[in-house]
């Protein structure tokens, strides 16, 4: 009998920076998420998976605009450059940590790199997480002879990094630049058969900007004295209100 199939929108990048890195404001990002959203929703697709973000911040109106125009399963996955942070300069754990805080169903990688070179990166994302993990690696680097372009990992090789993967306990896998059905069929007969590592639950707290995590519950934490309350009356009052505007301002 046919096997049930499932049919994802895909949302990406929309190609300009947010600010302040760029011109177009939060809220209109939104908006173009929003649409494209509502618009999927409505012809009846299953899920929604916005890949290949290089953006925190841009990331997070997609999966705000999916969680709050929809009630589709959310997939979310970031391209890291081999640095361990995205364009932007945002990390694996900040990313774990704010796409799980924005309730998504599923998070990972795709594209930028082939799968050895995103093992590190794998490692890190279940490491930190507790959402069930999505790798869609390149076929390795783009290459050219005379005048064509390939890339320089084949199938084989695919399945195999990606059979590693799987053992590690991530549970879902797809192609990105330069893989082809064939790749995608090569991983369904490697990983046939294989039932998926249980996902454990982390137990971390943890604070995030867009560049970096610091995990509270540890060590004292040093903080600047202007955020300090002792003898500050408009601080203490600024505390006590909830008035996190005061605040910030005095923190920067």
Known sequence: GMEEKYVALDIGPIGTLLSPLGTLSFEEAYDIFKEQVVIGANAGTDLILIETMTDLYELKAAILAAKENSHLPVFATMSFQDNGRTFTG????????????????????????????????????????????????????????????????????????INIMAEKGVTMFGGCCGTTPEYIQRIISSLYGLRPKEITKKNFTAATSSAKTVFLGEEVKIIGERINPTGKKRLKEALKENNLDYIIREAI
């Open 90 to 161: 945002t990390d694996v754990k900040t990313f774990v940590f704010t796409a799980e805080a924005l309730a998504v169903d599923v998070l990972g990688v795709n594209c930028s790199l082939g799968p050895k070179q995103l093992q590190a990166i794998v490692d890190e994302l279940l490491k930190y997480s507790s959402t069930p993990i999505m790798v869609q690696a390149n076929a390795g680097l783009p290459k050219f002879h005379d005048n064509t372009e390939y890339y320089d990992i084949s199938p084989d090789e695919y399945s195999q990094e």
